[in-house]
């Protein structure tokens, strides 16, 4: 069965760089269409799209944070790993990581999420 | 990317039917058959409920069902129960081969 789980710091410093990774099974990124993306929810808001690596190695990135975000992957340890520069208090949120298929496009599987607090 | 607008919240009462809306652009929403709908209770992570517009994954009640009219798309809960109390997300992919949420509706069951 399918399965993602989020690891990563809980806590980070202002200016600090976060590092996230998505440990996935029941899949494979080396599949034609498959893809995960990273999706972030600041607590009591919505749901924010954070950026999507391909089975190809195509990525793509949301316009608002693109300068500060980096995705990629390590297919033969069925992970994926989000960096994000220059972390802001208003970065705080729970971070999910999701599968998705290249058309339909949509989010058939998240894992838990892990919640991320930016404090000094 | 901009968010795509719902409505910040909706009820109903067990039994009735509620219409959730979700208005993007002919860059997404109108664009493509690709809007999904994606139920959250507190604590939990996102259920996808709707996809490809009217499409319901296995396992989804056939309570929920969705359409699209040009950039608008809508999902439907029919016979309201109190268990589909939670957050509704609509999510489209987009021009830029992204993909972007609405802004999140909160269904109250009275």
């Known amino acids: 069965q399918v399965t993602l789980r989020e690891s990563g710091p809980a806590l980070v410093k202002p200016t600090q760089t976060l590092t996230l990774t998505c440990t996935f099974s029941g899949f494979s990124l080396s599949t034609s269409g498959m893809c995960v993306s990273w999706i972030r929810q600041p607590p009591g808001k919505a749901l924010e799209w954070l950026a999507r690596i391909d089975w190809d190695d195509d990525k793509y990135y949301s316009t608002s944070l693109k300068t500060r975000l980096t995705i990629s992957k390590d297919t033969s340890k069925n992970q994926v790993v989000l960096t994000m520069t220059n972390m802001d208090p208003v970065d705080t949120a729970t971070y999910y990581c999701a599968r998705i298929r290249i058309q339909p496009y949509y989010f058939d599987y998240w894992g838990q999420g892990t919640l991320v607090t930016v404090s000094s | 990317q901009s968010a795509l607008t719902q409505p910040a919240s909706v009820s109903g009462s067990p039994g009735q039917s509620i219409t959730i809306s979700c208005t993007g652009t002919?860059?997404?929403?109108?664009?493509?058959?690709?809007v999904s709908w994606y139920q959250q209770h507190p604590g939990k992570a996102p259920k996808l409920m709707i996809y490809d517009v009217s499409n319901r994954p296995s396992g989804v009640s056939n309570r929920f069902s969705g359409s699209k009219s040009g950039n608008t798309a809508s999902l439907t809960i029919s016979g309201l129960q109190a268990e589909d109390e939670a957050d509704y997300y609509c999510s489209s992919y987009t021009s830029s081969s992204t993909q972007v949420f609405g802004g999140g509706t909160k269904l109250t069951v009275l």
């Open positions: 002919s860059s997404d929403v109108g664009g493509y058959n690709y």
